[in-house]
């Protein structure tokens, strides 16, 4: 069965980084996007972007450029996400997703989330 | 950037009432319209995608209609477990933004 396992949880000072991985199973890596969505506490969900792990491209909200990395491991089958920069309101949950195929971009399946408390 | 509002931000309903949520985008998105259901602590599940495609496995009292700029995700008949929040995504053009969210409460 189709699952997306993230990495734990991360507690960072403000001013740092995060580097928050993704790694799939029971399809084929190469062959969906990953997105990358974040949930401050208590609020609604914030699409940052997302990587074609087949060819590296990436597109990302403008908010983030500039300070997020999106990356892909094919060798071992995993999606990172970095974000630099860290500040009180980028504690947040973040979430990868895959999107499905046919054009119509929804995100079928979820990872369970990466809690990442930004605190001095 | 596409804008993407729900209405409404949160609704009382009970057990069995049928009930409607709205999502309005700034800009057409023809039929790039997705539904998802997140509960506390877990992540958002795909409910419907394309506006009115049922994703596998969801329950039929489910469904969603619209096209261009005005959407509606309707459950027909609500169960326990459907008491969550619903959002709504554009996947027209980047950046694929969400709503804000409506809350399902029990009245």
């Known amino acids: 069965q189709v699952q997306l396992v993230q990495s734990g949880a991360e507690v960072k000072k403000p001013g740092a980084s995060v580097k928050v991985s993704c790694r799939p199973s029971?399809?084929?890596?190469?062959?969906?996007?990953i997105h990358w969505v974040r949930q401050a506490p208590g609020q609604g969900l914030e699409w940052m972007g997302r990587?074609?792990?087949?060819?590296?491209?990436?597109n990302s909200a403008q908010k983030f450029q500039g300070r997020v990395t999106m990356t892909c491991d094919t060798s071992i089958g995993t999606a990172y996400m970095e974000l630099t920069g860290l500040t009180s309101d980028s504690t947040v949950v973040y979430y990868c997703?895959?999107?499905?195929?046919?054009?119509?971009?929804?995100?079928?399946?979820w990872g369970q989330g990466t809690l990442v408390t930004v605190s001095s | 950037d596409i804008q993407v509002t729900q209405s409404p931000s949160s609704l009382s309903a009970s057990v069995g009432d049928r009930v409607t949520f709205t999502c309005r985008a700034s800009?057409?998105?023809?039929?790039?319209l997705n539904w998802y259901q997140q509960k506390p602590g877990k992540a958002p599940k795909l409910l419907i995608y394309?506006?009115?495609s049922l994703q596998s496995g969801v329950p039929l009292r489910f469904s969603g209609s619209g096209s261009g700029t005005d959407f509606t995700l309707t459950i027909s008949s609500l169960q326990p477990e459907d008491f969550a929040t619903y959002y709504c995504?554009?996947?027209?053009?980047?950046?694929?933004?969400f709503g804000q969210g409506t809350n399902l409460e029990i009245k």
């Open positions: 995504q554009q996947s027209y053009s980047s950046p694929y933004t």
């Open positions: 800009q057409t998105i023809r039929s790039y």
């Open positions: 394309a506006a009115s």
């Open positions: 997703a895959r999107e499905m195929r046919g054009g119509v971009r929804g995100l079928d399946y």
């Open positions: 990587i074609n792990p087949n060819s590296g491209d990436t």
């Open positions: 029971g399809y084929a890596f190469t062959g969906y996007y």
